[in-house]
């Protein structure tokens, strides 16, 4: 994996801080999708909301993009947002497009070829989710956090579902203190753990990632979602974490002190918000894999693809006993 400086590609692999830690970037693209295209949260604008106007990159395997693909689906977003899906396999030149997944406004190669346009002197990691806005011809963000945020609101007027918020005012103190947590110690937390260049730091950030999903176990068991009876988008930007979980993350990642599965009510969590209308058919469990496990090298150098874990996402998920709104 590389990443662009000056518009150029530059190919590197070091993710990690000389301590061993893993270090993400901060997202670079960081514009809002408004209903008037006034000023979003950030305080940046500009962008109105408009049928057809706007049009996502994404990745299968990626959980931040998932997310992003997710609350496109629960809103109702299919006719007015249209999707671009780059191959699981990224390479030394990133994330790319293929024949059979092919970009839909361009016909670029590499995902690394939209964000050039965007900015020809971009200097920036290439990932995905990206919201891309045909009327300017720019990258409106590459944050999935403010993308769904966007998604949730910006288009209720024009067809989106406005019947469901996921980040109601009453509920976000909490749903951000819960996403805070969750980010650092569990959606990053796996990655701190996975891509740890000395043993301290992974045992840092694997210990503390198991604190927190012990934790959610036991906040579930007396909720049927993080924050009470009404699903937010804290539930979702965990979902796509857990959903990858068994299948990479406690083998890939090394992330086996326990499975999900061993968990009892996160357990039935991930499977009640799997079988969620809508919501499967955003999930490809064979990209997850085929990506993680062929695309990390250093991690397993082979490229093998383990055949399990057998998963049954469609179990009854027994959480019906528990208050919903």
Same mark, same amino acid.
């Given at each position: 994996m590389g990443r662009l400086v000056d518009g150029a590609w530059v190919t590197e692999q070091q993710w990690n801080a000389a301590d061993g830690r893993f270090k993400r970037a901060e997202s670079v693209f960081r514009n809002w999708v408004t209903p008037d295209g006034s000023a979003g949260p950030s305080g940046k604008g500009g962008f109105k909301a408009e049928p057809g106007r706007y049009h996502l990159y994404v990745a299968m395997a990626? +959980?931040?993009?998932? =997310?992003?693909?997710?609350? =496109?689906?629960?809103?109702?977003?299919?006719?007015? $947002? !249209?999707? !671009?899906?780059?191959? %699981?396999?990224?390479? /030394? *030149?990133?994330?790319? #497009?293929?024949?059979?997944?092919?970009d839909h406004l361009f016909g670029v190669e590499r995902l690394q070829e939209i964000y050039v346009k965007a900015d020809p002197q971009a200097t920036s990691r290439v990932t995905v989710p990206v919201l891309w806005d045909k009327a300017s011809g720019t990258i409106v963000s590459n944050e999935s956090s403010e993308i769904i945020r966007m #998604?949730?609101?910006?288009? /209720?007027?024009?067809? @989106?579902?406005? !019947?469901?918020?996921? *980040? %109601?005012?009453?509920? =976000?103190?909490? $749903?951000?203190?819960? &996403?805070? =947590?969750? *980010?650092?110690?569990?959606?990053?937390?796996?990655?701190?753990? @996975?891509?740890? @260049?000395?043993?301290?730091?992974?045992?840092?950030?694997?210990?503390?990632?198991?604190?927190t999903l012990d934790d959610l176990d036991d906040l579930l068991a007396s909720r049927r979602f993080l924050t009470g009876a009404r699903i937010t988008e804290a539930d979702w930007?965990? #979902?796509?974490?857990?959903?990858?979980?068994? %299948?990479? *993350?406690?083998?890939? #990642?090394?992330?086996?002190?326990?499975?999900?599965?061993?968990? +009892? &009510?996160? !357990? @039935?969590f991930l499977r009640e918000l799997y079988q969620w209308p809508g919501v499967r058919e955003t999930v490809d469990l064979d990209a997850i894999k085929g990506h993680y496990y062929r695309s990390h090298l250093s991690i397993n150098p082979k490229g093998i693809v383990p055949v399990g874990p057998a998963l049954d996402l469609d179990a009854p998920h027994g959480r019906g006993s528990l208050e919903a709104a």
């Amino acid at each position: 994996m590389g990443r662009l400086v000056d518009g150029a590609w530059v190919t590197e692999q070091q993710w990690n801080a000389a301590d061993g830690r893993f270090k993400r970037a901060e997202s670079v693209f960081r514009n809002w999708v408004t209903p008037d295209g006034s000023a979003g949260p950030s305080g940046k604008g500009g962008f109105k909301a408009e049928p057809g106007r706007y049009h996502l990159y994404v990745a299968m395997a990626c +959980p931040w993009a998932h =997310r992003t693909l997710i609350v =496109r689906s629960l809103k109702g977003l299919q006719d007015l $947002i !249209s999707v !671009s899906v780059v191959d %699981p396999l990224m390479d /030394d *030149y990133g994330w790319k #497009f293929t024949a059979e997944q092919p970009d839909h406004l361009f016909g670029v190669e590499r995902l690394q070829e939209i964000y050039v346009k965007a900015d020809p002197q971009a200097t920036s990691r290439v990932t995905v989710p990206v919201l891309w806005d045909k009327a300017s011809g720019t990258i409106v963000s590459n944050e999935s956090s403010e993308i769904i945020r966007m #998604f949730n609101s910006a288009f /209720d007027e024009l067809g @989106g579902d406005a !019947s469901l918020n996921l *980040y %109601p005012a009453g509920l =976000r103190d909490e $749903i951000d203190t819960l &996403n805070k =947590r969750i *980010y650092h110690t569990v959606n990053n937390g796996v990655y701190k753990a @996975g891509f740890a @260049g000395t043993q301290a730091a992974y045992e840092e950030a694997v210990t503390a990632l198991f604190e927190t999903l012990d934790d959610l176990d036991d906040l579930l068991a007396s909720r049927r979602f993080l924050t009470g009876a009404r699903i937010t988008e804290a539930d979702w930007r965990l #979902f796509t974490t857990l959903l990858r979980f068994d %299948p990479v *993350y406690v083998g890939h #990642f090394k992330c086996n002190i326990r499975r999900i599965a061993d968990y +009892p &009510n996160l !357990s @039935g969590f991930l499977r009640e918000l799997y079988q969620w209308p809508g919501v499967r058919e955003t999930v490809d469990l064979d990209a997850i894999k085929g990506h993680y496990y062929r695309s990390h090298l250093s991690i397993n150098p082979k490229g093998i693809v383990p055949v399990g874990p057998a998963l049954d996402l469609d179990a009854p998920h027994g959480r019906g006993s528990l208050e919903a709104a």
